[in-house]
């Protein structure tokens, strides 16, 4: 019940955000949320003996957000960047996960926002059936797994 409360308040906001919001107010949201969304990977990373170099990270990860369109292989700058810094740690057995930890984080943090704004940039309202597909995909596999 909790879940479709908080649906119902946030769906309309998030409508209104991806169709009739300036671009900057749009950018700058998405930004916000990639950037919360590694922060919770960087933790759960961390927990799990795999920490991120978190600020050169986000800061890596804004850049891939909120930078004009770009060459796709620009995108590769913050990985070799990640393999840069995990290479500082005395411990050189853990330099490759950590890199890959990096790399991954950004990735799956950052790139699919980038999508999003590419998206709204072709046509808002299929951004927003993206992320209905998004959703209901979610709430479904919530309600199947708790479930069963």
């Known amino acids: ?45 961390a927990a799990h003996d795999f920490p991120v170099a978190f600020w050169p990270g986000l800061a890596a990860g804004i850049a891939v957000v909120t930078l004009p369109a770009v060459d796709p292989a620009l995108l590769l700058i913050p990985v070799f960047l990640g393999f840069g ?15 890959a930890s990096l790399a991954l984080g ?8 980038r999508c999003a704004v590419a998206l709204r940039g072709i046509a808002p309202f299929w951004l927003i059936f993206a992320l209905a597909i998004n959703w209901i995909g979610d709430g479904a596999a919530f309600y199947f797994g708790s479930r069963f």
């Open 1 to 45: 019940m909790k879940r479709l409360v908080t649906a119902l308040v946030l769906v309309p906001i998030v409508v209104y955000v991806a169709v009739w919001a300036h671009p900057l107010v749009f950018i700058g949201v998405t930004t916000l949320i990639a950037a919360l969304c590694f922060h919770e990977y960087a933790r759960l990373s």
């Open 85 to 99: 810094l995990a290479l500082r740690t005395r411990d050189m057995a853990r330099v490759l996960p950590q890199a």
């Open 106 to 113: 950004l990735l799956y943090c950052f790139v699919p926002w």
